[in-house]
DNA sequence: TATGAATGAGTATTCATTCAT
DNA sequence: GATGAATGAATACTCATTCAT
């Protein structure tokens, strides 16, 4: 990918995060980006074109981030690694994980897929450590984990912190 | 208030919470609700002074829907009452919730002192029957909650239905 | 004429000769004037028909303003009581003043004829006095006095009176 | 400067000047200068940017018009040559002095300061003569040179050409 | 690949005017 | 006579997109 495109990549991404999706101008975007606003479309088709590239790059970032969770053997574990999750996210990472969760809203980008192996991952692992309701348990776990991570990503991490230790031994069976 | 102003406002509702502030057109609203688009315009300042007046109700409404846990006196019903919240949303003001959550991502409109006397309120609870944390308890059910709300929201109640006797009974020592 | 009434047209003379007939709004007018706006409609039939109003009553002022020249039998007192006219404005007759200078732009606003009588008795008191070409005399003394009364309306009174004695002096023989 | 800007320009000036600002919507502009009305505001920020810019130019045209008084070093051709000024307005400059003097009224856009030189060169002439006064003398000139102007501009050269020869006559001693 | 001029449909907002009361 | 809600056409301005270079 050249630079340029890039450029206009990482610009659209931190304004969608913080400003929404239409409420930037392509033209606001290529000013952002160092780049003439022409360039924008031939390189995505047409600004929604643009939104998609980034949520597609965002699938393999997501994917990533799960992994070490997916491979995890021991139960206990996974149930910890995933509580840890959004205690992690980098600085850098938020404008992304934002416009994530922002889009959660829109049909077309709320794909509930991405989250299905940790999901499954976290149901295996709560049946393992013989808990009464392990799909409940498991979703349950991601409903937590989604409104701390926004209230990370809204109010910053400290402000959250003091959850981290209480999950992890609310958890500890 | 008049019949038309009325109109305005709650086509505004619908269309904010469907389709985001920014993406409504005031012609738009103009159109679904039945008025001249000028209409808006001596009724309020601008589309965001429709958006502010629309928040301003809300503020009433909300306080409304918590009143009765906070009358509350039993501390196992204030948790139980708590919990049932989302799941009593009823259908006609969905759009309501809708946009409430929308928003909190604009720091304008997100203010958490709506929740605050619930919160203290669960807090209260939570340490009347002797929980280690309650403040953290109390801010945990809060998250649950709201990422219960979105999903029935987004989802529909059927899908989150088997939540709640799921939670009433962790939550009853 | 009905108090509203007359505060419309002293609210629009006022507003017109400050800010120009075409950048004043009617709410703005019915606002300053505080009536509704539809009363503006009710007495004219619409904001031009509420600027002829205004003009016409300006014929009447100005042959007013006019009178004690036109009477004067005096050559060189006419010229002396012509002189004076712009220095003896009074300052709550500016917004009136303006308003004619302005529209002096628009040909339906601009007449001449009003300038006549004035221009006729000045032609015959500078051939009364000898001058060579006593009507280009008297069109001069108009240009003269035209711009000194812009000028004072610009600027004020004072910045002009150096003029006064100036004049009369030069016009002396 | 491109085709199409001047082209803005050039209807702008014309319609500016015969409509006067505030009447002359820029769709009028637009079709006018035969451009999509968009280009305008690609061009000038707003509407009020691209007067600006008009008068912008304005000031060069104007010192190059008095640049021939400026150095003129005999003080009755100084005199003699600012008389002439008015007469000499070439008919395609009509629209440009008359959004001149129509904006005289605007306090922003009069700027005395545009005479300032030449009102300085004709008040040393006049002293060279011996006049007893002469920063009134100097200051009168303009004014009667203002009002001649004006007239011209409104009735057409024809109309003062008789107040050439008379006005060239009267200050020559 | 990259620019930047240009477009045309669309946007929020204003405004003169109407009308029921 | 007087109000104020309501209209619809117009206004200044924005925006995603195209295109010649």
């Known amino acids: ?14 304004l969608f995060a913080s400003e929404g999706y239409n409420a930037v101008a392509t033209s606001k975007i290529a000013k952002v980006a160092g780049v003439s606003e022409g360039l924008i479309f031939r390189h995505f088709e047409n600004k929604k074109g643009l939104l998609d590239a980034i949520m597609q790059d965002a699938e393999i970032r997501i994917s990533q981030v799960f992994a070490p969770i997916l491979f995890e053997l021991d139960p206990q ?10 205690f992690s996210i980098e600085q850098k990472e938020y404008n992304f994980w934002k416009l994530q969760y922002k889009l959660k809203w829109e049909p077309e980008y709320h794909n509930p897929r991405k989250m299905k192996p940790v999901l499954d991952k976290l149901e295996w692992a709560f049946a393992e450590l013989g808990y009464q309701n392990p ?15 926004i209230a990370i990503l809204r109010e910053g991490l400290q402000s959250q912190l003091k959850f981290k230790s209480f999950l992890v031994s609310k958890y500890n069976s």
Chains 1, 2, 3, 4 share one sequence.
């Not at 990918?1 to 931190?14: F, G, P, R, S, V």
């Not at 574990?77 to 959004?86: A, S």
Request: no cysteine; hydrophobic share 50%.
């Open 1 to 14: 990918m050249t630079d340029k495109k890039e450029n206009i990549i990482q610009a659209a991404l931190e």
């Open 135 to 149: 799909p409940l348990e498991a979703e349950l776990v991601i409903y937590i984990l989604d409104s701390i991570a």
């Open 77 to 86: 574990k996974v149930i910890q690694k995933t509580l840890e999750l959004p």
